[in-house]
């Protein structure tokens, strides 16, 4: 009887860890991002600011090689802020939503130019098909190393001017691009489950369109000032919503 009682306990403990698993699995494979048809979708749109006092200034890179390529400094692009205080290269974006327009299939680029990442910041779509070609327009070698939460995505050598390397980008967050070679290089692509984020240009302006009728949390990201929550922002069927990113 002791022995039947060990082995049901057993069945049911590995019942219950099966059933967890599986719901566990649910849970992860429904919060997929969902395709559908968009129509009369709303928008929202805006601009993002330094609101605090005196604007940081950028930095300025000191090249330790190939300055008779690339000089002998380049600006970092951490703090590109105009004389309004308007910032360029903000990520704005959707936090949670499940479904919407379909995934655009251009993939993401990332060049190799005068010993810099160009762009230095943009955004992309992460998932199954979602690709980010790697490039090196330069007649020196570089390598391109790619973090995500300090994890290794990718860590390609371009060695030749016109290398390039396509790889799939499956997951999602803030990417982090380096050059081992050149430790001066660094750029970002933030990489969304889904096609809702936007990037902020020169004027501190950004859209993001054809989104369904809804509430959505909408939240903002800059590689100096960090990431900062915009609030929950109510989108009508073909209407557009305005907020504006504030960062001190």
Known sequence: MKKFMVVLI?????????????????????????????????????????????????????????????????????????????IKNVVVYLDGI???????????????????????????????????????????FHNTHSYIKGRTMFNLGLPDQGSQVEKKMRKPGIMEVKCDSHPWMKGYVFFAPHPYSSLTDAAGKFSIEDIPAGSYKVKAWHEGFGEIELGKVTVAAGKATSVKAEFN
């Open 98 to 140: 499940k479904k919407g327009k379909a995934i655009p299939n251009s993939p993401v680029v990332i060049d190799n130019i005068k010993c810099a990442f160009e762009p230095h910041v943009s955004v992309g779509v992460s998932g199954k098909s979602s690709t980010a070609i790697i490039k090196n327009s330069d007649p020196v």
């Open 10 to 86: 057993a069945i049911v403990v590995a019942f219950a860890f099966i059933s967890e698993t599986d719901a566990k699995k649910k849970k992860k494979k429904k919060s997929k991002y969902k395709v559908i048809e968009v129509t009369d979708g709303g928008s929202i749109s805006g601009m993002a600011v330094f609101a605090g006092g005196t604007p940081p200034k950028d930095e300025v890179l000191t090249l330790t090689s190939e300055q008779s390529l690339c000089g002998d400094t380049l600006p970092a692009r951490k703090y590109i802020i105009n004389g309004n205080n308007e």
